[in-house]
């Protein structure tokens, strides 16, 4: 057996009950994991300071001297143990409030320590609580005198004794036990590209680095490894997927689509929206399950592409699914795509949460039987219960609201899988999409359709709300209508909803009936009331709509042309940028308008600066990721493939770049690596396949 594949347990000096708490408490089982637990910062155990030198600040310093006295004090509250340490010239305090007896006893007086800490300063007087202590003797002959490593742990961990200095012992057993150096993993042509060190030397320098020169040749060794073992799986995945899963052919493109583009198309399409359709068609004539991931700004039209895609579906046969995240969108969605479909011979049905137990069961006949074309919906219409005919192709509209499990279930629901295309108006920029979703293919719509007019941006503060009021009735003179919108974080908060609620009533004040009419749309509102609200709103009826963000996605009023966030230091850039989208919709020019208080954070300053600069969702999009990392921008359900050991997707951008390259070169030239010079890669991923589960998150 591999002697990495060990349990824990065996390893000296860890035992059965140090080995369960590794295991609950950082998730490290074996040898291997041990090994691959990396320090998250290293200590700087070079420099020595005098007492008298010492910076006035709470840094972590190292100080050489003897104690030349204990005293334990008694408190009000249990005892302190103080030493007085004297480095020759001055002295200072060590303090202990826990495990007096057992520190006072090892403690030899006259005898050098070095003594590494936290300091704490009362007036002029410094002292260090809880310091690492080590003799001078033991420190001489230790593992590092220069860098030492600093390792994640928890509260419980340090409770039951198990210390940084305890994880350092362990890896230094660890590396001492493992006799065979470690095997190198990287064919030796992609070290020799980047002068990279081997495996062994990067290990060992991870955890005891001899120099920062060594440190960093390790940490990069390590980041290159781990980026380009994750391309190369995704990637492979990919060519898999590809050889593997069967897929419909919509072969032709009949009187549907054709009619269609003749009679119907209500407006020419942007070289973008022609150029995704092409690449679809490619996709699903081809015999192999599309899986595609269409990206375009708001606005940028991606429902017509959707459509055009469904009508080819038809046309082959095939019954469609198109999946909104909200009812109001799936509803919008329907209606859009009815009359667009005006009088095609196409029959489509709309199923959300909130459809009566009959009209379902007419759904179910005319799906089950194959007289519906096309079902457009919520989460509602992947549930097990709904069984088409014969689908083909299943349209997931703002995927980021999807889990991946959902998109899973979509599979189960014909003998081959459907084709699926998402759709996004969240720009991912391409590093993390490459990351993350290298088992899509990716098509973009990069150009918006002619005759929009930028959006204005301006960022006011709740002082000057009387100007914006004026400016929004100005608006609504022009016969325009406005937004304005709330944020509900949580749509149960109490004060989130009496924000929304007094917020109305003071523009209700401001903008009186019968003059005005408002509308208000809210996520505790049944949901015929919301319907009837955003119906009077896209009716015309109602000049301003309040709303929360269940407006954010989709809707679709091109008349609105006035967006006003309140307390939008509040929001995410990517909810901002949403939400902008709804305006600027029509031809005439819109603003948006991000109301805050004075008070902002550095952060919320970055957000609102950034949204007035840009309205480039690619850009708002890079920031985003700067500021929010990786994890939080996908959802926790995608971030799985995210959760590097040392790599940082946003940090190495540049090793991320090169790493795929490389894989895609690898397998361009050696798809099943086969190559003698390959060897390494290929014993890597068995044993990568045996012991890991990143691919959980892949259907
Ligand atoms: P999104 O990509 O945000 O889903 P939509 O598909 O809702 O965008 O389209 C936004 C608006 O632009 C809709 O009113 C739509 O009818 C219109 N539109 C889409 N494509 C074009 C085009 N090529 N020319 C003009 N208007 C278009
Ligand atoms: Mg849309």
Request: glycine share 6%.
């Amino acid at each position: 057996m591999d002697p990495l594949q060990t349990p824990i347990e065996y390893l000296k000096g860890v035992g059965p009950s140090r080995a369960n708490l590794l295991k609950q408490e950082l998730n490290l089982h074996t040898f291997q994991d041990l090994l691959h637990f990396f320090p998250h910062r290293y200590i700087d155990r070079s420099t020595f300071y005098k007492i008298k030198d010492l910076p006035r600040n709470s840094s972590e310093v190292q100080i050489k001297g003897e104690i030349i006295k204990t005293e334990m004090i008694q408190q009000k509250r249990g005892k302190r143990l103080v030493a007085t340490f004297d480095d020759g010239e001055n002295n200072m305090e060590l303090v202990w409030f826990r495990g007096h007896q057992w520190i006072k006893e090892s403690i030899k007086l006259n005898k050098s320590y070095v003594i590494f800490g936290r300091l704490n300063w009362y007036g002029n007087r410094p002292n260090m609580p809880h310091p690492e202590m080590e003799t001078l003797e033991n420190f001489d002959k230790g593992f590092s005198k220069t860098l030492q490593a600093v390792y994640p742990s928890t509260e419980k961990l340090l409770n039951k004794g198990i210390s940084q200095r305890v994880i350092i012992k362990m890896m230094g057993e660890l590396l001492h036990s493992i006799k065979n150096p470690f095997v190198e993993t990287l064919p030796e042509d992609l070290i020799a590209k980047y002068q990279l060190i081997h495996k062994n030397e990067a290990l060992i320098n991870i955890h005891f680095p001899q120099d920062q020169t060594r440190l960093t040749a390790a940490q990069n060794r390590l980041k290159y490894e781990e980026l380009f073992f994750i391309q190369l799986q995704l990637l492979m995945k990919n060519l898999q997927r590809k050889q593997k899963i069967k897929g419909f052919v919509f072969e032709k493109v009949g009187d549907h689509f054709n009619n269609f583009f003749s009679n119907n198309l209500p407006f020419e399409l942007t070289e973008a929206q022609k150029r995704v359709i092409r690449e679809i068609r490619k996709d699903i004539g081809n015999g192999q399950q599309m899986n595609r991931l269409l990206q375009g700004d708001v606005g940028s039209g991606k429902t017509i592409v959707a459509l055009m895609v469904m009508l080819i579906a038809a046309d082959n046969g095939f019954q469609s699914c198109l999946m909104a995240p909200t009812e109001i969108l799936a509803k919008q969605h329907f209606n859009s795509l009815k009359s667009m479909i005006g009088d095609l011979d196409i029959s489509i049905g709309l199923l959300t949460g909130s459809s009566k137990k009959a009209e379902r069961s007419q759904l179910s006949e005319q799906l089950e039987s194959g007289e519906l074309d096309v079902l457009i919906g919520t989460h509602a219409v992947i549930e097990d219960k709904v069984l088409f005919k014969n689908i083909g192709l299943a349209v997931v509209d703002e995927q980021h609201r999807f889990g991946v499990a959902q998109r899973a279930k979509l599979w189960r629901k014909n003998t081959i899988p459907p084709h699926v295309l998402v759709m996004t108006a969240t720009p991912i920029p391409r590093t993390l999409a490459m990351s993350v979703y290298g088992d899509l293919d990716i098509s973009v719509i990069d150009e918006l359709p002619p005759g929009r007019k930028k959006v204005k941006t301006i960022h006011r503060y709740d002082s000057n709300r009387l100007k914006v009021f004026k400016f929004i009735a100005d608006e609504i003179q022009k016969g325009r209508q406005i937004y304005m919108v709330y944020p509900l974080i949580k749509e149960s908060e109490k004060m989130d909803y009496k924000d929304l609620m007094d917020g109305y009533e003071s523009i209700s004040r401001a903008f009186p009936p019968p003059q005005y009419q408002i509308s208000i749309v809210h996520g505790q509102m049944p949901a015929k009331d919301k319907d009837y609200e955003m119906h009077r709103f896209i009716k015309k009826q109602t000049q301003i709509m309040v709303a929360t963000t269940v407006i954010e996605v989709g809707v679709n009023v091109p008349n609105a042309s006035v967006m006003v966030i309140e307390s939008a230091e509040r929001f995410g850039l990517s909810q901002l940028h949403q939400l902008r989208g709804r305006v600027g919709r029509g031809n005439d020019q819109s603003y948006c308008i991000l109301m805050s208080s004075h008070k902002l954070t550095r952060e919320a300053k970055t957000r609102l600066e950034t949204m007035t600069a840009t309205t480039d969702g690619f850009q708002i999009a890079e920031v985003d990721l700067k500021l929010r990392g990786p994890g939080d921008l996908m959802g926790t359900q995608q971030s799985g493939v995210l959760q590097l050991k040392i790599a940082d997707i946003i940090k190495d951008n540049h090793w991320l770049k090169i790493a795929r390259s490389d894989a895609q070169e690898l397998l361009r030239e050696d798809p099943r690596l086969d190559a003698h010079k390959n060897i390494p890669l290929r014993q890597t991923l068995a044993k990568m396949k045996a012991y890991q589960n990143i691919w959980n998150y892949i259907s």
